[in-house]
Each structure stands twice: as C-alpha cells, then as structure tokens.
T-cell receptor, first 115, second 114 residues
Framework: DAGITQSPRHKVTETGTPVTLRCHQT?????MYWYRQDPGHGLRLIHY???????DKGEVSDGYSVSRSKTEDFLLTLESATSSQTSVYFC??????????????FGDGTRLSIL | AQKITQTQPGMFVQEKEAVTLDCTYD???????LFWYKQPSSGEMIFLIY??????QNATEGRYSLNFQKARKSANLVISASQLGDSAMYFC???????????FGEGTQLTVNP
C-alpha cells in the first residue's frame, strides 16, 4: 500500500458551506490526484498535482480548488458546497513520471453528502 | 482526447469458470498504458494488472490476464477460475505516456454465483 490516508472518511454538510478534504501520503510520491466517483460515470479527475505548489485541472474542476504546500499533503476544497457535489471522493498517488508502468494507488475514499 | 469504453454494465459468472470483461480505448498517442482496477463493495480501489502499448506479450498476474489486441484497441481482462470474492466492480483505465492522468471507463459489475 502507498500509505494514503483520507480525512474525513464521511461528512454531511449543508449547501453553501465550505468543505476541505485532506489526503496524506507517506510514500513521497510526486504525483497526487483527486477524483470523484458517481454512478454511471466511473472515476473522474478533479485536480491533480505534479509537485509542491504545482497543480492542474482535471475534467470536472469547476467548483473545486486544491492546494499542495508539502509533498505529503493534498487538500481539496469546495468553496461553497452544492448538492451536485455529493459524491465519493478518492485521492490517489503515483511515483515519478519516469515510471510509466506504475499504477496510481488510491486512498479509501471520502463519502460526502451535501444537503 | 483519450476515451475508455466498457460496454458491459453487469456480468454474471459461475464459480470456478472463466470470465472476460471488455474494454476498448481510443487514443492518438502511440505510447500508452492500460490498467485494470477492482472495487469491492467495501469501496477501495485495488490495482490488478498493467499492459504497456509496446509490450510484446499479454500481461498476466495470477488468475488475471489481459487479452491485448492493439490493432482493435481492446484490452480485455480475463479472470480464470472465478471465486466468490471476485464479485466487484471492475474498471479499465488508460494513461498516455505523454501525460500523467488516468482516464477511467464506467466500470463493469461482476457477480460470481456459487
């Protein structure tokens, strides 16, 4: 296992509130990712990071922001949560880009419900 | 843009039989990698097997093998001797070597019957 811890594991909140999800890794992997999983859509990439303070958007980035101030932590923030952001969120990590056959390793997910 | 298609929303197999889960992909990059993940009902994502676009042989990992047909752009997962614990959602994913993102298919729900 890549030693990935997501927190919280479950959260229920109200529309309009800010929410921050944390991903912590102990493997010193360079790449970190945030996905959301919804029925019928598989996993869709929200944002990813290729180093400290280096981030880029994925296919469903609207309404989300991220920050990576140190290698081991990658934060996902919903500035003003909406019901459409109710989902299961997964963090993943991967070694350096040079290792092309290296899979992404996933955390156990965060179930977020926005009422 | 890269795309992954899994056309089987659900599959059923009898215990101890083999099953094939289909995956087709589309990319213009000549260098890419294909991955299969398993997601049991407990929710975690488990990496199963990898196939590189330049690999000469089909990948195998224990009871899992990948039937890679490059000209047809397919990368089907074969599970031999199915077990009850194989019941799960299975995702096919692709990463172009020029990039760092994985693109996932919508998944296939496999049910193994006793």
């Amino acid at each position: 296992d890549a030693g990935i811890t997501q927190s919280p594991r479950h959260k229920v909140t109200e529309t309009g509130t800010p929410v921050t999800l944390r991903c912590h890794q102990t493997e010193n992997h360079r790449y970190m990712y945030w996905y959301r999983q919804d029925p019928g859509h598989g996993l869709r990439l929200i944002h990813y990071s290729y180093g400290v303070k280096d981030t880029d958007k994925g296919e469903v980035s609207d309404g989300y922001s991220v920050s990576r101030s140190k290698t081991e932590d990658f934060l996902l923030t919903l500035e003003s949560a909406t019901s459409s952001q109710t989902s299961v969120y997964f963090c993943a990590t991967r070694r350096d880009r040079g290792y092309s056959n290296q899979p992404q390793h996933f955390g156990d997910g965060t179930r977020l419900s926005i009422l | 843009a890269q795309k992954i298609t899994q056309t089987q929303p659900g599959m059923f197999v009898q215990e101890k039989e083999a099953v094939t889960l289909d995956c087709t992909y589309d990319t213009s990059d000549p260098s890419y990698g294909l991955f299969w993940y398993k997601q049991p009902s407990s929710g975690e994502m488990i990496f199963l097997i990898y196939q590189g676009s330049y690999d000469q042989q089909n990948a195998t990992e224990g009871r899992y093998s990948l039937n890679f047909q490059k000209a047809r752009k397919s990368a089907n997962l074969v599970i031999s001797a199915s077990q009850l614990g194989d019941s799960a959602m299975y995702f096919c994913a692709m990463r172009e070597t020029s990039g760092s993102r994985l693109t996932f298919g919508e998944g296939t729900q496999l049910t193994v019957n006793p």
